[in-house]
Structure formats: C-alpha cells, structure tokens
C-alpha cells in the first residue's frame, strides 16, 4: 500500500495504519478553520456573511461537543482529556525525545483541543451578543470578541505549530492523517 502519510513521499508502507479520525472529527476540524479563516482574514466584520460564518462555526462546536460524548473513541472526551500530571509529564518528557506517542491526541494536544473549543463558543456567542440590541454598540463587548478571535489565532497557530513539530519528531505527517484520517498503528 502506498503510504503518503509518512512524509508524503510515497513510500510502501511496512506498518499497519488505523482509522483515527472519523468525518464528523475531520468536518469539524476543517470546517472550523474555514470559518476561522473566512472571518479572521476575508469577511467584514458585522456583515452578514461575517454573521453567519460565526453562526456555522458555533454549529460546528455544538457538534463537536456532542461527538465528544458520543462519538467514536479518539473523538471521545475522555479518551484525550487528561489531568495536569499527564499533561507535564507528557510536556516534560518533549525536550528529551521520550514523549510517548499517541494515536489520538496526546495530553496537550488534548487541552489545546477544548481550549480551542471553549474560545470558538465564546467568540461566537459574544458576536451573537453584538447583534442584540441590549448589546448593541456595547464597546467592551466589541472589543471582547476581538480579543477573543485574536485569542483564537494565538491559539491556532500554536496547534499547528505543535503539529509541525510532532509531524518532524515522531516522523508521521499528522496534517495529511487530518485529511485522510489515518495514522500509523
């Protein structure tokens, strides 16, 4: 089998790849860096494109947080959300080389993950706020969501970051298992 996940270089692959992340993860994923992108970079602010981009992406969270309950295993809340002392053995042991790999997500990637979630909610529910006319003008409510989405590129940028650097340390291409939802047993 052709294994394009390892680097994208084509090479036969000699292990075994599983599925890891199921479509309902991968819309999600996907969908919400569209959103991101369209209302970070390209839409105007308080349009109505702007508007319902938000609205799609509080949908997407919605679901997302229900498949965290009921999903299939790697997309299961339980199955990444760990406590404190995983998450600093896990961030100590990085410098050294001996960070256990995991197939889903490691500890915190895990917390990354419902941070980014919990960031989505609130961008979007401050700018459905904006929208109301209690809130409308409301300029500390403005400059929430602002901080917010401003929050959400920090945020993104250190997930694919940490993404990169995990793809080159464990010498798996974690985007390209993103999109195919496969990753080496």
Request: glycine content about 10%; charged content about 15%.
């Amino acid at each position: 089998m052709l294994n394009l996940a390892a680097g994208g270089r084509g090479v036969i692959a000699s292990r075994r790849d599983v599925r890891v992340w199921d479509p309902i993860v991968r819309l999600f994923h996907w969908g919400v860096v569209a959103c991101c992108t369209l209302n970070l970079f390209l839409l105007q602010p308080g349009k109505a494109a702007h508007r319902y981009v938000g609205y799609t992406a509080l949908g997407l969270v919605s679901l997302r947080v229900v498949w965290g309950f009921i999903g299939t295993r790697h997309a299961r809340f339980g199955d990444f959300v760990r406590g404190p002392a995983a998450v600093l053995r896990y961030v100590r042991a990085l410098p050294t080389g001996k960070a256990e790999r995991y197939v889903g997500h490691n500890p915190a990637a895990g917390w990354i993950m419902v941070l980014l979630m919990a960031l989505l909610a609130a961008v979007g529910l401050s700018g459905w706020l904006t929208t109301l006319d209690v809130f409308w003008g409301n300029r500390l409510l403005e400059e929430t969501h602002e901080f917010l989405g401003n929050a959400i590129i920090v945020m993104a940028g250190l997930h694919a970051s940490a993404a990169l650097f995990e793809s080159w340390h464990l010498k798996e291409n974690l985007i390209w298992s993103m999109i195919t939802g496969r990753k080496r047993a």
